[in-house]
Structures are given as structure tokens and as C-alpha cells.
């Protein structure tokens, strides 16, 4: 059982005149101010060691036209406090334990006019702030429409920030470093050809949002516990430099619909002069309601290899034949249907994944393009709706699940639901059952295209909703979920661990689609990483694709050393070596560290820090006293500078290193690497050269 200490003490009286409150972090070091100003409206000033993070910031909601909206004309009527400190156990995590700390003021304002009650409830941290609005049964308040969410974020100053833009369909960016002031001028060159082009404004950025003062303060915006509401966006004024919460819309224009009691998703503000601290911060969790599912035993870290690499780079297909199927051609059997020859999810090319995973000791073997539908997807610009649980000829469901049950390697099923969220719903008991039957315990499910029904977004309330419908019904199934292009996570896998991984920003598929910059992942772990652990898919070894289609002249930015590193930089209780096996069997030495690289950890150490030029992480392994350590490196060569004094005292440790070589580029030479072995200790300091888009990775196993 966890072991947790709750103090309580409560005010509860009328207040007309007290002009603010003030709430203290546990520590001290975080103040937080409310106030109303002379017409009613709630504000709130953050402060760090007396240094002002967010200056008098605005609260509040819009409604539509028909009812008033809860902006101003408050009065403070009540107020609670409440102190809370709880040691809570993780499922699965960076760590086997997290601490629960923090100060609570839960303040009611009521609207004069109106007599509507609205609870603003702040909680302190010792690492930063979480806020979110409630609004509590009563009488002159029931059904309600936002047109918009006011809150706002007042900036400091003119900060660096390290952004994406506001598009209500897509993450999948790079990030442009930029002062806030420089936003609006860069805008139109951030925006790729992915994507969906639905930007709200030219200074829209979407959460979660690093930044990075003159003075040298780290700060994080983003959100906790999104459910049941539109997921927000930050909207810039550069003139005054204040963001303000833009809501994603649905089809009408709306915002969210809500009915009394609810609540709103927390907004979050992480703030340390220590980067390493926003890294390690588990706020955005501990906003998260407790585990929900009382049996957990079925949720296991995964370790996978899959048929999927081969089909983004181009040299396979997802489509069984390059025929489209329909009535009107009379091809509405595949097995009539002529075979393209490119087809890679085929019975015995899978066989041949599950031997490889078995021989090097994977856990299971993703398998996308099984079923019927992909010809028709693609050839009707997506909009076919698949039904999950017809095979093409060539895969043979039972024939593979008992093959893959003799080798002790389980299977991944690939549910692409091709945006059609209400199809998706129609025929999720079947095809979780379909799952269970053939032996299939975790799912990657896929939202490419435009949402169905027209008109939504991928990060509209509805759509929130059908995401968090899927995950809880997983749970009647024991079934685990990774959702790609769903909504960035807001620490939900909390409360419903069987959300083991997320994709939801830009992947290394993209890699395999123009490239992303070098520098990308030493952004990831600051900003979408904040949420919740996402399924990369790293460890890409040939990055010349044309060597796989000669038809792509991508290529991977980044050196095969930085690829070995993500495994640890990247955290994810699910991680893929993505690349084809062959490309893995040409360096069986590097491979080695994919191999031991555990998906479990007890602890973890953030040893160095800077977003967009270097992270530098150490984990220990949650099954052994075995440490792994990985980096990320930027643009810029530089050498790494570590201590090991994480390691336990009075114990021997060997090394194995495996780092750029010397003349490693990521662009000129990335295969370029040099493993070596030494013996270390907790005293023990290493200097490592990183090239540009290089990194390493390190196991340290104690020597008995």
C-alpha cells in the first residue's frame, strides 16, 4: 500500500473586501498571488524565489451570446486550504515511486449578477503551479457552451521559446527556437507541408511550451488531465507578450460543452533555473487522478520489433494489391485481387520478424497492413473505414499467433481507424475480442487524415472524448494502447497505465519523410515528453533510405550513437528497434545495447541539460543494479561532462561505452562509432566527445 500523509485545515467564511490571497509551495520557493480586480475579474501573479515567473495574469471563461460569461463581476465568498504530501507507487515509470507534494486554496467566487458559483483551485508544488476552474452543482448554472477559454500566461519578458505552431490536427513539427517577439515573422516558414494548415492565428503555439528567460529561468505551459474539454493552444499578443488559452473547436465553431458539476483540464506552469529540474518534475502526473484499474498485472513494458520501417521509407507496402476493390470493378475479393509483390505483411515475412525477436530476446512483433482496406484508403484520399478484423490472404492470423506462442514472442496489433472515430467505436468490442482471441495484448491505434465526421479535429472535445473511450474500454479486454496522431498526453497513463505509449508529435518516420532537424530530440524530453512517454521509435542504423528505396532520398539526421542513446533519453515503457533486422545484423555489436537497454526503471538521474543542444539522462534498472545512460547532442560538437556518483558506494561497475567516433557527422559519416569497456565507480568522471546530431548511450553492470 502506498504510505500517505494528508493535513487539512479549512476556512470557510464570506470575504467582501480582501483584495488577494497568497499560496507557498511546501518548500517556499513558489508564491502564488490572487486577486480581484475593481470589476470582478480573478487574476493571479506566480512567483519563484521572488522572482516574478507570470505577471498579473486574467482568469476566466467566455460563454455564448445567451448566457453571461464568468469574466468579471465576482466576489470571493469562500476559500479553502488544504496541505497534501502522498508517496504513490507507479504501474510503470521513470521511477518506482513518486511524491505527491503540495499546498492547495480552492477559492469560490460567485458572479454577482448571475449568482453563478465558480471554484478556481490552485495547487503549488515545489516545482511549479497547477490551476483549473470547477463549476459546482447549483440552480442558475446546469448546461453551458465555451466559446472561448480566457486564461492567461503574461510573459516577463521578451523569452527565447522553443515552439510548434497552434494547428488543431497535427504535432508532428519540428521546433523553431525563437524569441516570443520573432513568432509572428516565422510563423508561415514553421509551417510544414505535413501539416493541416488550421493555425487559429499567425502567433499560435501549441502545449506543452518550453521557454527560457534572459535571466535563465526554465518554463513549461501545458495542461493535466484533459478529459471531457477541448484541448488548449496558446494564443500570443506580442505586443503586451501575454499567451492566452485558445481552445481547439469543433465543426460549429464551439469550444466544449459542459454541464454542472464538472470540471476544466489543470493548466500547468513548471518553472526551475535548472533545466534538469523541468525533466524531472512529475507534476503534470501527480494532477492525474489516481490508477483507476484495480488489477495491473497485465500492464508490461514492452520491447518490439515490427513491419513497419520498411513501409514508411517506401520499400514495402501496407496494401495487399495495387488494385482498388469496389462493386463496380467486380474486385470485391482479395483473393481474386492480383498481388503487388510488395505486400511485406505476409505470413512468412512475419514468421521471419518473430524469429529474428526471439533469437535476440524482444518481447513481441508490430504488424501493420493485415487487414483488408488499405488499396481503398488510399485510393479514395482516405476515407475508406476499415473493419479490424479481416486479414488479407497472405496473413494467416491463427497460423502466425500459434507460430509467435511456440517462440514466446507476442504479436501487436495495428488498428489504422483512418480518422473515422464513430466507425472506430461501432466496431471496437469485436475487434478488442478479435485481439484477445488471436493472443493480441497491446494495440497501436492510428488517426491519420482528417477526422470523420467533417469538420472535427483530432483535438476537439468529441474526439478527447473518443480517445478516452477507447482506453477505457481497453481495460475491460486487458488490452494496452499506444494511439498515434491522437492528442498529446496530459498524464492520464496515471490513471489508466494501459495508455503505455503515445505518438502524438513528430516521430522518426519523419525521418524516413524529409528528415527532421538534428537537434529535435533534445526538445522532446521538455515538451512532449512532459505528459507522458511517447512511442519514437528510434534506433534507425542505415540512414542513406535510399538504400532501402531508391525512389526516397531522405536521410536520418542523426548518428547511429545518438540512436542507441534515445532509449534512455526517450523514455517509453514501449520501446521499437525500427529498423529492418538485416540493417542490425550488419552491426551486431551496436545492436548489443538495444538488446540489454531494459523498458523498466527505478530511478533516474537527469545529469545534464540544455533544451535544444544536449540531454544527458541516467536509469537504473528496475529489475537489476545495472545503470544505463544515454545523450542527445544538438548542432554543435561539444564533449559531455558526467560524474557516476549515482552509482552505489564501495561497488564495481564495468562500462561499455558506445560514442561517436571521431570524425562522426550526422549528415557525413553517422555510422561512425567506437565502443570501448571500463571499469568505474561512483567517483568515476567521464568526458565524452559528442558529434553534431551525435550522442552515446552507456550500460554500466556491476561486477560481482
Known sequence: MNKYFVSVFVMVFSIFGMNAQELKSPNGNFKMIFALENDGTPTYQLFMKDREVIKKSKLGLELQ???????????????????????????????????????????????????????????????????RYEFPEQKNLTYFVVKEERTEFAMTGDHTAFWIPGDYDTQEYDFTESKLTEIRGLFKKAVTDNASQKQFSDTGVQTSLILKTSEGIYINIHEAALINYSCMHLNLDDKNLVFQSHLTPDAKGNKGYLQAPSVSPWRTIIASSDARAILASRMTLNLNEPCKIEDTSWIKPVKYIGVWWEMITGKSSWAYTDEIPSVQLGITDFTKAKPNGKHAANTKHVKDHIDFAA??????????????????????????????????????????????????????????????????????????????????????????????????????????????????????????????????????????????????????????????????????????????????????????????????????????????????????????????????????????????????????????????????????????????????????????TITLDFLEKGKKYEATIYADAADADYKTNPQAYKISKQKVTNKTKLQLRTAAGGGYAISIVEVK
Open 359 to 640: 533469437e535476440h530476446g524482444f518481447d513481441a512483433v508490430l504488424v501493420e497492413g493485415w487487414n483488408e482496406g488499405w488499396e481503398d484508403w488510399f485510393g479514395h484520399e482516405k476515407d475508406y473505414v476499415f473493419d479490424f478484423v479481416t486479414p488479407y490472404p497472405d496473413f494467416d492470423v491463427k497460423e502466425i499467433h500459434e507460430y509467435a506462442k511456440s517462440k514466446g514472442v507476442k504479436m501487436i496489433m495495428h488498428h489504422e481507424t483512418s480518422g473515422s472515430t464513430r466507425n472506430y467505436e461501432r466496431h471496437l468490442d469485436k475487434a478488442y475480442q478479435f485481439m484477445k482471441d488471436n493472443g493480441y495484448d497491446a494495440v497501436k491505434s492510428g488517426y491519420v487524415g482528417n477526422i470523420l465526421p467533417l469538420g472535427e479535429h483530432h483535438y476537439s472535445q468529441s474526439i478527447i472524448n473518443h480517445y478516452q473511450y477507447c482506453i477505457e474500454k481497453a481495460v475491460d479486454y486487458q488490452i494496452m494502447v499506444n494511439a498515434h496522431e491522437a492528442v498529446r498526453p496530459t498524464g492520464i497513463c496515471r490513471t489508466y497505465p494501459n495508455l503505455i505509449g503515445n505518438e502524438s508529435a513528430r516521430g522518426t518516420e519523419f525521418q524516413a519523410f524529409g528528415g527532421s532537424k538534428a537537434n529535435h530530440t533534445t526538445l522532446l524530453p521538455f515538451t512532449r515528453l512532459i505528459g507522458g512517454p511517447m512511442d519514437y521509435t528510434p534506433g534507425i542504423f542505415e540512414m542513406d533510405i535510399a538504400k532501402l528505396n531508391p525512389n526516397n532520398n531522405s536521410h536520418v539526421n542523426t548518428t547511429l550513437a545518438n540512436q542507441l542513446g534515445l532509449y534512455v533519453v526517450m523514455y517509453s515503457p514501449l520501446q521499437m528497434a525500427a529498423d529492418l533486422p538485416e540493417n542490425y545484423n550488419r552491426f551486431l555489436d551496436a545492436f548489443q545495447f538495444i538488446k540489454d537497454v531494459p523498458v523498466e526503471w527505478s530511478a533516474s538521474k537527469y545529469l545534464e541539460a540544455e533544451p535544444g543542444y544536449y540531454i544527458t539522462i541516467a536509469r537504473k534498472d528496475k529489475n537489476s543494479s545495472n545503470w544505463f545512460v544515454g545523450n542527445s547532442n544538438g548542432y554543435s560538437s561539444r564533449t559531455s
Open 65 to 131: 451570446k445567451d448566457k453571461k460569461s464568468l469574466l468579471n463581476d465576482f466576489t470571493l465568498v469562500n476559500e479553502v486550504r488544504n496541505t497534501f504530501d502522498e508517496t504513490w507507487k507507479t504501474v510503470w515509470g521513470e521511477e518506482t515511486e513518486i511524491r505527491n507534494h503540495y499546498n492547495e486554496l480552492a477559492l469560490t467566487l460567485k458572479q454577482n449578477e448571475t449568482e453563478r458559483q465558480v471554484i478556481i483551485r490552485f495547487r503549488l508544488f515545489n516545482d511549479g503551479l497547477g490551476f
